[in-house]
């Protein structure tokens, strides 16, 4: 409220502040679950790619608002062999990527509209 007359003024919010989660990362769990034996899937994010090392896309770029991504593939496919069941199935999930959160266990969450993934740093 402001003002004599008592009016409500609605003033833009400071945006959020940018969670880093920069650095190397290995899934630890899908949706809660270990990933299928004898596949180890990492990313790499930098202040603006996020790369992986599965035959998916050579990466993506993304904008970053607090705990929001905006997500966009660089190119097409990188190989020229049959994608996995789970290169298929984490091409789908980055399409719809949305969220990327930190916990206090220091894992990273990637949130899509379907699933999330957990992450754990590389050191």
């Known amino acids: ?4 007359a008592g009016e409500l003024a609605f003033e833009p919010a400071p945006p959020a502040p940018r969670e880093s989660f920069t650095g190397r990362w290995r899934l630890r769990f ?16 930098t ?6 090392n599965a035959c998916v896309f050579a990466g993506w770029r993304y904008r970053q608002d607090g705990r929001l991504l905006e997500v966009t593939p660089l ?5 020229e062999r049959t994608l996995t069941p789970s290169e298929q199935r984490f091409g789908a999930f980055m399409r719809g ?5 930190i916990i206090d266990s220091g894992a990273l969450i990637l949130d899509s509209a379907a699933e999330q993934l957990e992450f754990r740093k590389v050191e």
Do not use: K, M, Q
């Open 97 to 101: 990527l949305n969220r990327a959160t």
């Open 47 to 52: 202040e603006d790619r996020i790369t992986a």
């Open 75 to 79: 190119e097409g496919p990188v190989c």
């Open 1 to 4: 409220l402001r003002g004599s």
């Open 30 to 45: 899908v949706h809660g679950a270990a990933p299928p034996a004898g596949e180890t899937l990492e990313i790499t994010v």
